[in-house]
């Protein structure tokens, strides 16, 4: 069994990306009580899990289908469940995204500042075919304000390639937009002609081998990032969660690294489920090695 655990809070979405089958598949968002989250959080922490990975389609509209209670509220009282000792909020939608919502993040002791974005693309063009609402430039002002807030923030997103209609000019749009926001780690997908989305039956389709001459181009951007990033952190002291021993090597992860998708730091001590305080001491693109100063 891992330490970490993913906790549903919402199932559906009452967004209508037009890439998105989602809301087709699952409905409308239906928002769970606070009370039921909390109650499995506490149980999942008495189990021995340490971090809690709280998770949904659309996760900082919750509540708002049915006043179940605002995302910040829940997460406060979420993060404060007893023995809990991470936190950490997968696939917050830009435009949802409220002051209140970064600050919590940002001074909570038990929420980690790791920011996963979801921005799909930075041309303004392509995000109103895509419909969803922001520009390059919002998603830019969105980022220097969780920096503002909170200066050692890891930013994660994820964009589509290759989506109807995308241009040269727009991929170079991209590939600036990365350049100047240095995110942490970002995952690119080609777009994919999802049954019953209004974007499969869009005119403009991208032939598949110039998507992927795009993602390619694109990825070689964001791994150089990615691998500066990390090796700006070597010298810096970390707390660090082991997730696992493989090969006799205790790989874990500070709060920069979600389970699953990001880089891993790989230890010399440790066992799964112990924290420890390590100083990283090199960066291997997207992995980084580190020293066990205490337990």
Not at 173 to 197: M, N, Y
Not at 224 to 233: C, E, G, I, M, W
Request: net charge negative.
């Amino acid at each position: 069994s891992t330490p970490y655990a993913y906790v549903k809070v919402a199932e559906g979405c009452n967004k209508t990306c037009a890439f998105c089958a989602i809301p087709l598949i699952r409905g409308k968002q239906r928002s769970r009580a606070g009370d039921s989250i909390v109650a499995e959080i506490e149980g999942l922490v008495a189990g021995g899990v340490q971090e809690i990975v709280l998770v949904a389609q659309d996760l900082a509209a919750y509540g708002r289908d049915n006043g179940a209670g605002s995302i910040e509220d829940l997460v406060e009282r979420a993060a404060s469940v007893d023995g809990l000792q991470r936190m950490r909020l997968f696939y917050l939608y830009p435009k949802e995204i409220r002051p209140r919502l970064i600050e919590l993040m940002a001074g909570h002791r038990t929420i980690a500042n790791y920011f996963d974005l979801s921005l799909q693309h930075s041309s303004a063009k392509l995000l109103r075919a895509m419909r969803r609402p922001g520009s390059g430039d919002g998603h830019r002002k969105l980022i220097s304000d969780i920096r503002h807030a909170a200066p050692d923030a890891a930013t994660r997103s994820s964009f589509i390639v290759g989506f109807p209609g995308e241009t040269d000019d727009d991929v170079e749009d991209l590939a600036t937009f990365l350049k100047d926001v240095r995110l942490d780690w970002a995952g690119f997908f080609p777009f994919s002609r999802e049954e019953g989305t209004s974007a499969a039956e869009m005119d403009n389709q991208v032939p598949g081998d110039v998507i992927s001459e795009r993602l390619r181009y694109i990825q070689n951007i964001q791994d150089d990032v990615t691998a500066q990033k990390n090796a700006a952190t070597v010298g810096n002291a970390e707390r660090v969660l082991i997730d696992q021993v493989e090969d006799g090597q205790p790989v874990g992860r500070s709060f920069r690294e979600a389970p699953e998708i990001d880089g891993m730091i790989l230890l010399d001590a440790g066992a799964p489920g112990e924290w420890v305080n390590a100083t990283i001491t090199g960066a291997y693109g997207t992995d980084t090695s580190a020293t066990v100063v205490s337990p």
